[in-house]
């Protein structure tokens, strides 16, 4: 079966460093992908990892164990505007899964 | 720089009413999908086409029919709309399967 596993809050100050982890559940995975999505607006692509180890984009980290089937998002000198919700998204076959994902609040 | 264009943005129906919901991308892009967002929840995918000419279903398919009347148009129809298919509506499309997925800005659909 498939099952997708992420807090489904975390709260941080301005500046700070916070990590989002995911585990999951699929057949025929391919990769993991993060995407952020602020109030009333769209999803946007931030990282995919295909193999495991770190990615870094930026301000953001993304990493991945297959074997542990297990990721996670690292959010660095976090500011107001990263306040949003983050969805990691496992891909099986032709197919992303997303979750619940997880609000993000940043504060001053 | 269009990327994924969706029409209408806002609609409000009647339940019992069909709509279909427009979606076109012009960045030559193979795969397309529609999810559905409610509130406080992720995405769950409806339909998508993986190629020009294929459709599969997703996750929650029932009361939903698809067209993907070409390489750059994908559309979801509505054929007796419902008070439960109230949701934000969002297509999005990739070069293939395994790559990032672009989404449009949504569509806000209310069924009273």
């Known amino acids: 079966g498939q099952s997708l596993e992420q807090p489904s809050e975390v709260t941080a100050v301005e500046g700070a460093i916070v990590q989002i982890n995911c585990t999951y559940q699929?057949?025929?995975?391919?990769?993991l992908s993060w995407y952020q999505q602020h109030d009333g607006g769209a999803p946007t692509f931030l990282s995919y990892?295909?193999?495991?180890g770190l990615e870094e984009t930026g301000r953001f980290s993304s990493f991945l164990s297959r074997s542990d089937s297990y990721g996670y998002l690292l959010l660095q000198e976090l500011q107001m505007k990263d306040s949003a919700s983050y969805f990691c998204a496992p891909q099986g076959g032709d197919k992303l899964i997303f979750g619940t994902g997880t609000r993000l609040q940043v504060f001053p | 720089n269009a990327g994924v264009t969706q029409t209408p943005k806002f609609q409000v129906l009647k339940t019992g009413q069909s709509m279909t919901l427009q979606c076109a991308q012009d960045?030559?892009?193979?795969?397309m999908y529609w999810y559905r967002q409610d509130p406080g929840m992720g995405l769950r995918l409806i339909y998508y086409s993986a190629s020009e000419g294929t459709t599969d279903k997703g996750e929650v398919p029932n009361g939903y029919n698809v067209s993907r009347l070409n390489k750059r148009e994908f559309s979801l129809r509505l054929e007796s709309a419902a008070p439960s298919q109230t949701s934000v509506y969002f297509c999005?499309?990739?070069?293939?399967?395994?790559?990032?997925?672009?989404f449009g800005d949504g569509t806000r659909l209310s069924i009273l």
């Open positions: 699929t057949s025929g995975f391919y990769g």
């Open positions: 960045m030559n892009h193979n795969s």
């Open positions: 999005a499309s990739s070069l293939t399967g395994a790559q990032p997925q672009h």
């Open positions: 990892n295909a193999l495991d």
